[in-house]
Structures are given as C-alpha cells and as structure tokens.
C-alpha cells in the first residue's frame, strides 16, 4: 500500500522574542504567574514585514533542502493557519508564489489548533489516492495580530511561527513497521465554539475582531478530548502507549500535556515540549515541535510518533507516523 513518508522538516520563527519580563509592562502579570499556569518562558512576535505567508515559505524551503528537493518536485501545497495574510486568496497560494511554483495546486486549512493535524490527514489522502505524490504540509501562524493585548489571560500564551514536512509517497506492507502515516482520527464539536473563538470575520463584523477564550472550559475539555483520539489511534493500528517512541503535542499548556501524558501512561522522558521557548502557536506548533526534536537528534528514522491537538471549534485528532 502506499504510505506517506516524511522526507523533510523545516522552521521558521520572527526575530523578536517577547519574554515574560516584557508583558510585565504591558499586563498586570508575573513571570512566576506565567510559568505556573503555563510553562511558558518566551514567545516569538512577528514585527512589520513579517507575516504567516513569508514565515511558511521560509519553513517551507528549509524542509525542502533538508529533503534534497525543489519546489519542482512538489505538486501540493496545504497550510494550516487561522492568521491569513488575507481573506483571500488562501496564504498556502501566496507561499506557492514566494517558493517560485507555479504547477500544482495549494489550499489553506482552518482548524486552528489543529490545523496541522487535519493538514497532515488530508495531505495523505492526497498521496493515497494518487493526486500527489508529494506534499508540502506547513502550519504558520501570527497569533499576535489577532490578540487583545490588554487581556492578561489570552495575550501571555500565543506566539508566532511556522513549521512544515514535506510528505512522500512510498511503498509499505500496510503493517505497523511501515515507515509515514499509520492512522489518523479527527473530531470536533461546533457547540463548543464560544469557548475559543474570534469576535469578528468579515461576514459579521467585517473586522479581523480578538482572539477570546474561556481558559477553564478549554482545560476541562482538553485532556479528554486528547486522550479520546490517541486510543482512537491505538486502537485503529493496535499498538499502545508503550509503544510510543515520542508524543508530540501541540504546545498549549504545559498542564494540559503533562494531565493528557499521565493518563495515558506516556512517561515524560518520550514528551517534546517547546511551549516554554515558542508559547503556543496554534497551526504551528506541532511541526516547530517536531523540527526541534528531530533537527537535535532526539526523533530519529523509524521512530513512532505521535502527534495529538485541540483548538478551537472545537476540533481535536491525533496522527500516528512512523519517522
């Protein structure tokens, strides 16, 4: 059968880091609040002329040279992002045409948080079903431009950046030693939507409006729902926690990935985290992650990973691949 095999990993991050200290200035906050609640330390912030589209390209071609390839060889481009550079046309569009491609196609995927997740999932369907045979995945995201600076319980979590895979098609045996994609498993649930959500959009305020969130229904959803679709994937391969050479979450509280580990007995040793350096990039987040973890040797060929989020809608899965 034909499988999705990760040929190359790329990042991107803004020049500017914004610590905690910094938004002491801006917000009644702390440092030691911050870290608390969150673990986060710092966070990326994308200054004038840095924008989702010029981050995902420049993810985009690292993940392209680390797999020896050019934009010749790619025939589809998918972004997962909730931070356009416009309305319209798609940024995925806009990174094609900064990456010189003009073959193909390219769309953008709007799951927020789980965006890359969904991305990831309809990229191997694509390969599956022999309409590409290989696919640039990008998560980019200026969650910056989106929030209320003024509100201390959303403005300290979010950061900026972009992260991409490029995804291959290769022959496996249809077994669990096969190498890319084993399974994917996606949810969401639209009753949920005001607990996590923006208070504009062009067909009802005809503004970009402010990121707002109720972080206690978020939490008290999370765990469960993260945990629902990685047995969801364990299940659909038959393997187990035990198997699981690294979980990759998207980075959004430390608390939350610590909770959803515990439970499903993943040691923290097997758990990557960069939500303390990055925050939380929605989109993002998951490839940055993974570009971390395996740019320092940590994710290594034939290692079994999987990657699990939550955000808003809600809307939550898991992917399970082989590295």
Not at 121 to 130: E, F, H, K, N, V
Not at 184 to 191: E, H, I, K
């Given at each position: 059968?034909?499988?999705?095999?990760?040929?190359?990993?790329?990042?991107?991050?803004?020049?500017?880091?914004?610590?905690?200290?910094?938004?002491?200035?801006?917000?009644?906050?702390?440092?030691?609040?911050?870290?608390?609640?969150?673990?986060?330390?710092?966070?990326?912030?994308?200054?004038?002329?840095?924008?989702?589209?010029?981050?995902?390209?420049?993810?985009?071609?690292?993940?392209?040279?680390?797999?020896?390839?050019?934009?010749?060889?790619?025939?589809?481009?998918?972004?997962?992002t909730s931070t356009p550079d416009n309305t319209f046309p798609a940024t995925a569009v806009n990174i094609q045409n900064r990456l010189g491609m003009h073959h193909g196609f390219a769309f953008d995927v709007q799951a927020v948080c789980s965006g890359f997740v969904y991305a990831m999932?309809?990229?191997?369907?694509?390969?599956?079903?022999?309409?590409?045979?290989?696919?640039?995945?990008?998560?980019?995201?200026?969650?910056?431009?989106?929030?209320?600076?003024t509100d201390r319980t959303t403005c300290v979590l979010f950061g900026d950046g972009?992260?991409?895979?490029?995804?291959?098609?290769?022959?496996?045996?249809?077994?669990?030693?096969?190498?890319?994609?084993?399974?994917?498993?996606?949810?969401?649930?639209?009753?949920?939507?005001?607990?996590?959500?923006?208070?504009?959009?062009?067909?009802?305020?005809?503004?970009?409006?402010?990121?707002?969130?109720?972080?206690?229904?978020?939490?008290?959803?999370?765990?469960?729902?993260?945990?629902?679709?990685?047995?969801?994937?364990?299940?659909?391969t038959g393997t187990t926690a035990d198997d699981i050479d690294w979980l990759v979450p998207h980075q959004a509280n430390k608390r939350i990935i610590d909770a959803s580990a515990k439970k499903l007995g993943i040691p923290d040793e097997k758990v990557v985290i960069t939500v303390d350096k990055h925050g939380n990039t929605s989109a993002a987040s998951i490839p940055l992650a993974l570009a971390t973890a395996a740019g320092d040797g940590r994710i290594k060929q034939g290692d079994l990973v999987m990657l699990e989020a939550m955000g808003g809608g809600f809307t939550w899965g898991a992917v399970l691949v082989r590295w």
């Open positions: 059968m034909i499988r999705s095999v990760v040929r190359g990993f790329g990042a991107s991050l803004p020049k500017r880091v914004m610590t905690n200290g910094d938004l002491e200035s801006l917000v009644e906050t702390s440092d030691e609040w911050i870290v608390q609640r969150t673990g986060i330390k710092q966070r990326y912030i994308a200054s004038e002329g840095e924008t989702t589209a010029s981050l995902g390209a420049a993810a985009a071609q690292e993940a392209l040279d680390r797999a020896g390839l050019t934009v010749a060889d790619i025939d589809l481009i998918i972004c997962a999932a309809t990229a191997d369907l694509y390969i599956r079903g022999g309409m590409a045979k290989r696919v640039l995945v990008i998560g980019a995201e200026t969650f910056s431009r989106i929030l209320d600076w972009a992260g991409a895979l490029v995804l291959e098609a290769a022959e496996g045996e249809g077994a669990v030693t096969d190498r890319g994609i084993l399974t994917s498993n996606l949810r969401s649930d639209g009753v949920h939507r005001e607990k996590l959500y923006v208070d504009g959009g062009p067909s009802t305020t005809g503004t970009v409006g402010h990121l707002r969130m109720e972080g206690r229904e978020v939490f008290k959803h999370a765990v469960g729902m993260i945990t629902d679709v990685i047995e969801g994937a364990f299940t659909a």
